[in-house]
T-cell receptor, first 114, second 117 residues
């Protein structure tokens, strides 16, 4: 059984640019959540996707957006990058919706904004 | 809003000894889940143990066990027979229905556990 995978592992961007991060959910999981983890902090919930629709959002501005595809994989897009967007971005998948049960995490994408 | 507090930024334990990590949370919900996740320097967040709030029995998973005190909103993790591989950042997390159609995990700030050989 393949776990949650994310790409790329590392990324460097400059302020004002746009970035797309990708996540493949664990086999059989239909719900994907994205989290931002700043250095030395716990992860913060960005949003969750189910049936290709956003299904819950944390306290993040609209320049954070996402997609979910029919195969349950997902993308996180961030526009107009700011220095504070530098963080580890974690994707987590869950076996069913609503995702009250365990969320399984990928290895993350480390984004550095210069 | 739900909050999760881990009051111990750092802890250390001698190899083969027992250590307890503390976590408290604040919620008005009656139905929720609690988790401990481990994040080694490799940064992959790994599930250690989970507890359903409706279950009175404390969860155990091999050397890992929890002390769940629902009235006190406390959820501590006990690691027995500590091993060098247990060294990591440990996050306590709370999961409940957000009212917007989703469950979202709320994490504490973490406790960095060092294991001394």
């Amino acid at each position: 059984e393949t776990g949650v995978t994310q790409s790329p592992t590392h990324l460097i961007k400059t302020r004002g640019q746009q970035v797309t991060l990708r996540c493949s959910s664990q086999s059989g999981h239909n719900t994907v959540s994205w989290y931002q983890q700043a250095l030395g902090q716990g992860p913060q919930f960005i949003f969750q996707y189910y049936r290709e629709e956003e299904n819950g959002r944390g306290n993040f501005p609209p320049r954070f957006s996402g997609l979910q595809f029919p195969n349950y994989s997902s993308e996180l897009n961030v526009n107009a990058l700011e220095l504070d967007d530098s963080a580890l971005y974690l994707c987590a998948s869950s076996p069913r919706h609503p995702a009250g049960e365990t969320q399984y995490f990928g290895p993350g994408t480390r984004l550095l904004v210069l | 809003a739900q909050t999760v507090t881990q009051s111990q930024p750092e802890m250390s334990v001698q190899e083969a000894e027992t250590v307890t990590l503390s976590c408290t949370y604040d919620t008005s919900e009656s139905d929720y889940y609690l988790f401990w996740y481990k994040q080694p320097p490799s940064r992959q967040m790994i599930l250690v143990i989970r507890q359903e709030a409706y279950k009175q029995q404390n969860a155990t998973e091999n050397r890992f066990s929890v002390n769940f005190q629902k009235a006190a909103k406390s959820f501590s993790l006990k690691i027995s027979d500590s091993q060098l591989g247990d060294a990591a950042m440990y996050f306590c997390a709370y999961n409940a229905y957000s009212g917007a159609g989703s469950y979202q995990l709320t994490f504490g700030k973490g406790t960095k556990l060092s294991v001394i050989p």
